[in-house]
Every structure is written in structure tokens, then in C-alpha cells.
């Protein structure tokens, strides 16, 4: 490994340890090169096969982690979700991504992905998202997904309140 400071080819590793997400090695290095002596820190990662994404015209690009950050990102433009939330659902979505997909995936597929996650995170990300993704022509477009995105959060919260409701005979489901 050659030192990102002198540029000798001399380097002995220090440390190593497992990265937080547990897909990569931490290495501390030092140059063994007696004018420089400087520490640095690589990363060692799994090189992966590249994953292709296929675009509606039929083109294809590589799959990047960064643009499906970026975009994500654009939709939760000022809505309070943290930095990390956001790498989670990234990691989510790659990773289901590569063990669904061994070299090409449908980019249709990955903003259906994004929209599943937003959908469950956060509903202004979510119509945002939807709004740039689905190409709404008009508000009243708009208007429908978000009314169908309150139906279903109606729906989800009414059914841990059905299990407490009494049923027709009399009897209660009530937990306790």
C-alpha cells in the first residue's frame, strides 16, 4: 500500500478491526519510510460483481448507491429524519437489491423500493418522491396518492383498535 503522503511503496498495518456496518475492515497503517513515518487509515471492502440497472429506454448504468442517497435525500429535504436513517434504508435497499439480482435490475424496481420505504417513513417524503418518480401531470393526480396514502395510515391505525373492539356476540377481544 503506498503512502497517500510521500508515495513510498513501504507500509505496515497497525490495527485492524471489523468496520461499524461489519462489511469492511478498519486498517491503520504507518509509512515505514524513514523520512515520513505518517499514519493513515484504509478500508478494505468485498469487490462486487457490478450490478446494472436497466432504465426505461432500455439503457443500461451501474448501479449507485450514491444517486439512490441523493435522491432519497432530496425527498426528506427538510423533514426531520436523521443522516443514519436514511444509510439504513439505503443499505436495505441495496442489499435486497444484490441478493434479488445477481447482474441486472429493472430500474422501475428501485423506485418502487424507495417509494415502499418512504411510504413507511415519512408521507411528505413519500409525495414528494412519488410526484418526481410517477410524473404527476396535474394536482389532481397529486390530490389522489396523497389521499390514498391517508387512507392507508387510517387503515393501519385502526387495526390494532378493531382487536380491543367487541365482537357481534357479545364477546370482547380486549387484551389484557
Known amino acids: 500500500m503506498k503512502c497517500p503522503y510521500c508515495g513510498a511503496d513501504n507500509t505496515r498495518v497497525i490495527e485492524s478491526r471489523p468496520g461499524e456496518d461489519g462489511t469492511t475492515i478498519r486498517r491503520r497503517r504507518e509509512c515505514i519510510h524513514e523520512a515520513c513515518g505518517r499514519r493513515f487509515t484504509t478500508y478494505e471492502r468485498v469487490e462486487q460483481r457490478p ?4 432504465k426505461k429506454d ?11 442517497y441523493r435522491g432519497i435525500m432530496k425527498a426528506c429535504e427538510k423533514r426531520p429524519i436523521p443522516a443514519e436513517t436514511l444509510e439504513a434504508v439505503c443499505d436495505e435497499i441495496e442489499r435486497k437489491l444484490r441478493l434479488e439480482y445477481e447482474r441486472e435490475v429493472p430500474s ?6 424507495v417509494m415502499d420505504a418512504l411510504r413507511e417513513l415519512d408521507g411528505v417524503a ?9 410524473e404527476f401531470r396535474d394536482v389532481e393526480t397529486l390530490l389522489k396518492e396523497v389521499l390514498a396514502l ?7 391505525a385502526e387495526r ?12 370482547s377481544f380486549a387484551r389484557g
Open 108 to 113: 422501475s424496481v428501485i423506485g418502487e423500493r
Open 150 to 156: 391517508i387512507g392507508d395510515r387510517a387503515r393501519a
Open 51 to 54: 450490478l446494472m440497472v436497466v
Open 58 to 68: 432500455q439503457k443500461r448504468e451501474e448501479f449507485s448507491r450514491d444517486k439512490l
Open 126 to 134: 413519500y409525495v414528494r418522491f412519488a410526484s418526481v418518480y410517477r
Open 160 to 171: 390494532p383498535a378493531q382487536a380491543d373492539k367487541p365482537s357481534g356476540d357479545g364477546t
